[in-house]
């Protein structure tokens, strides 16, 4: 595995995280547009940010105190801890607002569109820790990764209209094929924890959809490749439509992963914290209850389209930026990850409370 | 023994044992009027609202349709899922308080969808498992929602939003002081445990409404058997209803601030446990108090003429038209039953 040359093209926001109009404070998930744009949930601030593709902010949405620092909110265009977001062929703007347990859709301009989704384990609802993951599929269907519920497990991936009606689900809970979250006991989360705090095992989280993949069938109700990054099951599953059986990712390579991204040409990226070893087992005794995560820890890996993998993307230079090496649990990491549209050899990668944009030569 | 007006029944709306069909009722537990005497139902179980003349003629409904024609729950603009809560503004707008959805919608007076705001939790612009119930406005545009238990415990609080759906305050909290609600019941640690999502208990506050008068917030406190007035600001005023009124649920006022308030029927101490008890005169489930909670007359199931449905069908919602204050729309079961009070 000789992997890409990676090198470091810029990196946007501060160190030590902030609310101002030029830092981020946890930007968990990352998109690029068709315009060569970056946006960026700004999971910690409670926004939405939109980045030209020099990093220059074109618009911010999301709720403000009286004294214009970023809170969470509940109404429309306010946001409570959003964990991933996606863009559709017209670059219009999908958010999970995940505390909220709802899908925001937005124009290109920031302006609002439409909104679905709550709490809750029926058709159309999302369980405690919100919707974790959405991408657009070749239809423009919406995919969103579901996470576990007070009830138990909700751990499927929810498909909806561009308009919010909810259309089918797949997935389940366990570790077979198909299902997600599946390595930790599944309890009755969310009973002690309550919406939105519960630590529940985290089932499908990014995902990912290759619209120019090579299989596309009629016989496929899910024409494109549909990978899903199974948090708790250490893999990631490429969905194939309902009659291939689905590829499994990443074995002994990846571990926690939570956003994927994929060229054209079928590489698939994915972010996590990768083969930290062992990985429940390493506590600063310090810190009690607090992980403590090797340098090395996170980087990005990339497989081929069919799981083999290819190198990894990540420099010891921005993982010395990181604020990891004590780690403040598992959400305080650089899950944030896209492939510019325009340029694939563009990756922007979420290092604690920075972005890198690397350029990955192959 | 009250000496009141008249009371006079004049219809019932829809079939005893319910139905989905365009002016069929399953569980209408909240109404409110328009301004032209229109009459909008929460249709609860049917997860639609319903807009009907003040004759019981169907004109339109909100809500989703599922694969097989019939009404469906649903999480997108346009769709609820199991709620009580409905309010018209002084403008005609539509509010549905979006139960098991956690959140609030807004609808103009034709109904096309304007906003929604509010989602599950026991954070500021957030609500209880069971999702918002009462809904009330003022003439600044502010949005009051009452808020349920959470599992974590008590929202048990009255939220005020902007004309956007912005959080602006909350006031109350779980207890039996004054200004707080619903501190009947112990508060246990996490209320859904047994009883699963939605799970109503401990309730209050429900209803709300704002006077036309004094403009005080009227909140019923459900569990404690009161109405409690709070002002604007949510500073506890008053409670009135005490020893007159119980378990009061949808509350709504008449131009002279009267205040109609919706009851259970049932004896607290045996409210949910067993058969529920016959229904007799001193189990009354609609009083009308005066604005300084002087008890005016009251709809009990003697003026029901056997439309009272005591089979464990709810009584809790009430609406008086904006159009024709002496009519009074009430829920008995799956109905809706029309009275004429002859003040």
């Not at chain 1, 593709?53 to 409570?80: C, I, K, Y």
């Not at chain 1, 290819?310 to 959400?331: F, I, K, N, P, Q």
């Not at chain 2, 005893?16 to 909008?40: C, M, T, V, W, Y």
């Not at chain 2, 300084?292 to 439309?307: H, R």
Request: glycine content about 16%; some cysteine.
């Amino acid at each position: 595995m000789d992997g890409p040359r990676v090198s470091l093209l810029a990196s946007w926001g501060v160190i030590e995280g902030g609310h101002g109009a030029s830092a981020f404070r946890n930007p968990s998930a990352l998109a690029a547009d068709h315009e060569g744009n970056l946006l960026v949930a700004d999971t910690g601030n409670h926004r939405i940010v939109k980045l030209d593709p020099d990093g220059r902010r074109l618009w911010a949405v999301g709720a403000e105190d009286s004294a214009g620092r970023p809170r969470r909110g509940t109404a429309q265009s306010e946001f409570d801890s959003p964990q991933a977001i996606t863009v559709d062929f017209e670059d219009n703007v999908y958010v999970a607002d995940s505390g909220n347990c709802r899908i925001q859709k937005f124009s290109p301009e920031g302006d609002l569109l439409t909104l679905f989704g709550s709490w809750g384990n029926a058709p159309g609802q999302f369980g405690g820790d919100g919707p974790l993951g959405i991408a657009v599929d070749e239809q423009g269907r919406v995919l969103v990764s579901d996470s576990h519920t007070a009830d138990g497990g909700n751990h499927r991936v929810q498909m909806f209209t561009p308009n919010g009606d909810y259309l089918e689900h797949f997935g389940s809970y366990g570790t077979g094929p198909r299902q997600f979250g599946g390595a930790a006991p599944i309890r009755q989360y969310g009973f002690d924890h309550g919406p939105g705090i519960g630590p529940g095992p985290i089932g499908p989280a990014g995902i990912a959809v290759n619209i120019q993949a090579g299989h596309l069938a009629e016989e496929h109700l899910r024409g494109g490749t549909v990978y899903v990054a199974d948090c708790d099951n250490d893999r990631v599953i490429g969905f194939r439509g309902r009659t291939v059986p689905p590829l499994h990712i990443g074995a002994g390579e990846i571990f926690r992963p939570r956003q994927v991204a994929v060229e054209g040409n079928g590489r698939v990226y994915v972010s996590g914290v990768h083969m930290h070893e062992p990985p429940m087992a390493v506590h600063d005794l310090n810190r009690p209850g607090k992980w403590r995560l090797e340098a090395e820890a996170r980087w990005v890996s990339v497989f081929s389209a069919y799981g083999t993998p290819l190198g990894r993307v990540g420099l010891t230079e921005t993982h010395d930026l990181m604020r990891h090496r004590y780690g403040a649990g598992l959400h305080a990491h650089g899950y944030g990850l896209a492939l510019n549209r325009l340029d694939e050899s563009i990756v922007y990668v979420q290092g604690d409370h920075l972005i890198f944009s690397y350029r990955v030569e192959w | 023994m009250v000496t009141g007006p008249g009371i006079e029944l004049l219809s019932a709306f829809g079939p005893k044992q319910g139905g989905h069909l365009p002016g069929q009722f399953h569980n209408p537990e909240g109404l409110a009027s328009d301004s032209r005497g229109r009459i909008l139902v929460a249709d609860e179980t049917n997860h639609r609202v319903q807009r009907i003349s003040p004759d019981g003629e169907p004109l339109w409904s909100l809500g989703a349709v599922g694969a097989d024609g019939r009404p469906s729950h649903g999480t997108a603009p346009g769709q609820f899922f199991m709620f009580r809560g409905i309010g018209v503004d002084a403008d005609d707008n539509l509010f549905v308080g979006d139960s098991w959805n956690n959140r609030v919608q807004k609808f103009d007076s034709v109904g096309s969808f304007r906003m929604m705001f509010g989602s599950c939790g026991n954070k500021p612009g957030q609500f209880g498992g069971a999702g918002p119930n009462g809904l009330a406005f003022d003439a600044d545009g502010h949005i009051y929602v009452s808020d349920t238990h959470t599992y974590l415990g008590g929202n048990n609080r009255v939220q005020k939003f902007d004309h956007r759906g912005r959080f602006v305050a909350a006031f109350g909290g779980h207890g039996e002081e004054p200004g707080r609600f619903a501190g009947r019941s112990p508060l246990r640690g996490r209320y859904g445990h047994e009883i699963g999502r939605g799970a109503t208990s401990p309730e209050g506050p429900y209803g709300l409404a704002v006077g036309p008068i004094s403009g005080h917030l009227y909140a019923s406190d459900t569990e404690n058997n009161r109405i409690q007035v709070f002002d604007l600001q949510g500073n506890f005023l008053r409670s009135i209803g005490g020893g007159a009124v119980f378990q009061p649920r949808q509350i709504c006022l008449d131009s002279r601030e009267n205040i109609y308030a919706a009851g259970f029927h049932c004896p607290p101490d045996v409210a949910g446990i067993g058969p529920v008890v016959p229904v007799g005169p001193q189990h009354r489930f609609l009083w009308i108090l005066s604005k300084d909670g002087d008890l005016l007359a009251t709809i009990t199931a003697d003026e029901a003429d056997g439309m009272f449905d005591h089979a464990g069908g709810r009584h809790h919602a009430v609406a008086v038209s904006r159009s024709d204050e002496g009519l009074v729309f009430i829920q008995a079961g799956h109905r809706i039953l029309k009275f004429r009070v002859h003040w």
